[in-house]
């Protein structure tokens, strides 16, 4: 691909920030969108997205909140069928793994780009490492105990930087095209374990205390939590933590050729980058 400009979408978030990080350091321009972005996009106002689409030859697709809120592959679609009509070439989704409605979304970005000669790439994943050290725990840990309505459901937490890795790859090089990029961990962790594991790697005493779902919802929208946000918490602590996610995937593997990072590993180094912060 030549003369790119590669539009990030939710570019200031947990994955769209390491994205755009990676490309200016290879040099190649970027334009970060979203509704606090220079560049604003608001996926429920179609009239902003020409602008942030206009000229770019690629786009990393991160829709907010959740691909799991109903409409998503509606508005998915649509996007992606604007970005065609705009020159775009390629397409990157960040999805959700586990998760039917988010696989509605592929579905609908998969058949509109197809239908309109795009190159289409899908990255699925689940939990992120980093939700511990920068993402909806941090403020939890920080204050020493993450209390969450889970039990022995284990997960193969993802490290973010990872999926950048892949996001990228898969915006820059051939070969990823008609894909489906299954993202994971190296292996399955309880949020009890993980939370162990964090506390030993960084120096950080943490406790973790697992709780009814009311209380945790109640907690939430005592801390004046929009229900929306904690509704979409129900339906990920409920039906994407119901044991379906537990096996890892190789994913990285397949897609960059090393192993997946390993979650202490991802921990620290994210806290280590907080630090310097």
């Known amino acids: 691909m030549t003369e790119q400009l590669i539009l990030v979408t939710g570019g200031t978030g947990t994955t769209g920030g390491r994205i755009a990080h990676r490309l200016r350091a290879r040099g190649v321009p970027v334009r ?15 009239t902003t ?13 991160a829709y907010a909140p959740d691909l799991a809120v109903p409409g998503a592959d509606d508005v998915l679609a649509a996007f992606t069928d604007r970005a065609a009509r705009a020159g775009v070439g390629r397409v990157v989704l960040l999805s959700g793994r586990g998760e039917p409605a988010a696989q509605r979304a592929e579905q609908a970005v998969r058949e ?23 993402g909806q725990f941090a403020d939890a840990v920080r204050a020493g105990e993450l209390a969450l309505p889970v039990d022995d459901v284990v997960e193969p937490f ?24 299954e993202l994971t961990g190296p ?19 943490v ?4 709780v009814p779902l009311a209380e945790f919802t109640a907690a939430l929208a005592g801390d004046g939590v929009p229900p929306e946000v904690v509704e ?33 590993d991802a921990v620290r180094r994210s806290t280590l980058a907080g630090s310097r912060a």
């Open 112 to 134: 509109t780009a197809s239908s309109a000669g795009l190159d289409w790439t899908v990255v699925r994943c689940s939990w992120f490492a980093q939700n511990f050290t920068e």
């Open 207 to 210: 406790a973790f205390r697992s």
């Open 187 to 205: 292996r399955a962790l309880t949020f009890a374990a993980a939370v162990a594991e964090l506390a030993a790697a960084t120096g950080r005493p």
């Open 49 to 61: 997205w020409d602008a942030a689409l206009a000229g770019t030859s690629a786009v990393y697709l």
């Open 158 to 181: 993802v490290d973010a930087d990872d999926i950048a890795d892949v996001a990228v790859a898969a915006l820059l090089d051939d070969g990823h095209a008609g894909l489906t990029h």
């Open 32 to 46: 970060v969108a979203s509704r606090r972005a220079a560049c604003r996009l608001d996926w429920a106002d179609p």
């Open 232 to 264: 979409l918490m129900t339906h990920l602590f409920t039906e994407v933590l119901d044991g379906r996610n537990a096996a890892p995937a190789h994913g990285v593997q397949q897609a960059l050729g090393r192993p997946a990072t390993d979650f202490t």
